[in-house]
């Protein structure tokens, strides 16, 4: 149990990272070795996880978006994110093809996680989203964008789905890859 090899990747973990993600054998290694200097425990827990995003989004209100961003990271709900769950989530969410980072917002969206969006979901997320743009750039938004619930309202417009149905994951990605504007929707990027 404490051998030398208790702090290297599991080479099953390795190997299903390597074939689930663009990243090397030698990409890992580097990500494990600073996953565990981060995180001696090996596991990032949710008050982790709402510190990094507040690096990423100093002049917002980043908790609730990292909640959600975090809840659906965890894909084995034990309430932390281990290393894999780290990585698949960094993989989906950086260089994965488009369809697969939309899987992972739908998994966003998905807030009670049945398999569908309902409006209201919709504008738990948006509501999250919206905290996230600094005050002076929520000023700058279209008229028709510039609340949450405006927001929400426009994004499932694109669906074409009624007030009280519900949207599944084929559904959500076709209508955010059909509508342009939908995918901005979905996101806020600070400008740099």
Known sequence: MGNAKS???SKEILED???NTKFSEDELAQWYKNFQKQCPSGRITPDEFKKI?????????????AQHVFRSFDTNDDGTLDFKEYIIALHMTSTG??????????????VDKNGYITKAEVTEICQAIFKLIPKE??????ADENTPEKRAEKLWSYFDKKENERLAEGEFIQGVL??????HLI??????
Not at 97 to 110: C, H, P
């Open 17 to 19: 990272l390597k074939l």
């Open 97 to 110: 093809k488009t369809e697969r980072k939309l899987e992972w917002a739908f998994s966003l969206f998905d």
């Open 178 to 183: 059909d509508n342009e504007d939908a995918i």
């Open 7 to 9: 702090s290297a990747m």
């Open 137 to 142: 750039d929520q000023d700058n938004l279209p």
């Open 187 to 192: 996101q806020y990027e600070p400008k740099k």
């Open 53 to 65: 995003y507040e690096r990423f989004f100093p002049e917002s209100d980043a908790t609730t978006y």
